[in-house]
């Protein structure tokens, strides 16, 4: 006669959420990996869709990372191909294939900019920066309505003087600055002071026609431009409208 196994129960619940716990916990975690994608804030760059084997998963704006707060997931050990098309059209930008381990993360960081002629993968930094140091390429990107176009300009690197409590001139200029384009001069400066604290550096735009520095809706002639050590950087020269016409000297950034 075969013997009946009667578990209580209490037993039999306990048994059925273990195992369930099982899957969703680590079994789940033992098949699957997933990919965050960012697209940097270049000069031009636009929306891309985001597809995955050919389905599209999201949408990528210029600045914007994806994948973080809520996990691209792909199966673990199988190759995906992650394609980047241009938002609302099927025309392809860049796209990859990837093959994730268990509970493993890829970072895909795309540099897209059509205005510079820019479409790659990129990596943190392309350039061997010193880790107290920034290089960064400087882009005009002043709206014509705050900086008219017939304004020729040259720009000028400041950085402050804690001792003075004023910003110097730092002989830096990137002369001929023209309007929506990348300058080719590559500047690299020191980032962080000996005593370990941030050096702050900021931008004027000098027109040369006239040979006075130019000031926005409120009066400043100041970009305060952000650098991060042990980076390279393209900084847009840039200005929000506050309204009526008022506008305000406020860079963009990338770092690449």
Known sequence: MKKILILPMFM????????????????????????SAELLALPGATALDVYVDKIKTDKLSAGQIIGMASPMRLVAGVPANISFRKAGTDSLV????????????????IAYSPTLGI???SKASD?????????FFLFNGVPDD??????????????WNSESSSFE???????????????????????????????????????????????????SEYFS??????????????AVDLG?????????YAIY
Do not use: M, Q
């Open 12 to 35: 039999l619940s306990a048994l059925l959420i273990s195992c369930t716990k099982e899957n969703e916990g680590y079994g789940a975690k033992s098949h699957y990996g997933s990919f």
């Open 94 to 109: 860049l796209d990859t294939t990837i093959t994730v381990g268990a509970a493993e993360k890829v970072a895909l960081k």
């Open 119 to 121: 479409k790659t993968f």
């Open 127 to 135: 350039a061997n920066v010193a880790a107290d140091s920034t290089s």
């Open 146 to 159: 705050a900086v008219p176009t017939s304004v020729k300009t040259d720009a000028y690197l400041f950085k």
């Open 169 to 219: 001139e730092t002989g830096t200029i990137w002369t001929h600055l023209e309007k929506g384009k990348l300058h080719p001069n590559l500047v690299t400066v020191k980032a962080i002071k000996d005593d370990g604290s941030p050096n702050i550096f900021a931008i004027k735009l000098k027109n040369k026609a006239t040979g006075e520095f130019i000031t926005d809706g409120i009066g």
């Open 225 to 238: 431009i952000y650098i991060e050590a042990g980076k390279r950087e393209i900084i847009t020269l840039n």
């Open 244 to 252: 009526g016409g008022l506008w305000f000297f406020l860079p963009d």
